[in-house]
């Protein structure tokens, strides 16, 4: 499985992102599909996860901001980032569950700053 990663870039303050994960194959037998981001120096976090039941869990630092939404048809995941801060700066990476195998895109940079 591939997972491609795509829609970082730079961003000013209080703008908005829209990163997409484009899997090689069906993401319907995926229990959960998710983003994970990486600062510098810093561990990967978890930024938001969707089940393939649609269920979706956020981490505190983006609730309200952020949401993610998977569509099978097309084989892709969303993160849509409104109002994003200096601290939303990371290297984003996508990522794939299933039958105890995990996957990972290549990690698409975002930047968010004036």
């Known amino acids: 499985v591939q997972l491609q990663a795509s829609g970082g870039g730079l961003v000013q303050p209080g703008g908005s992102l829209r990163l997409s994960c484009a899997a090689s194959?069906?993401?319907?037998?995926?229990?959960?599909m998710g983003w994970y981001r990486q600062a510098p120096g810093k561990l990967r976090d978890l930024v938001a996860v969707?089940?393939?039941?649609?269920?979706?869990t956020y981490a505190d630092s983006v609730k309200g901001r952020f949401t993610i939404s998977r569509d099978n048809a097309k084989n892709t995941v969303y993160l849509q980032m409104h109002d994003l801060k200096p601290e939303d700066t990371a290297v984003y990476y996508c990522?794939?569950?299933?039958?105890?195998?995990?996957?990972w895109g290549q990690g698409t940079q975002v930047t968010v700053s004036s």
């Open positions: 194959e069906s993401i319907f037998s995926f229990i959960i």
């Open positions: 990522n794939a569950h299933r039958s105890g195998h995990n996957y």
């Open positions: 969707i089940t393939n039941g649609e269920t979706t």
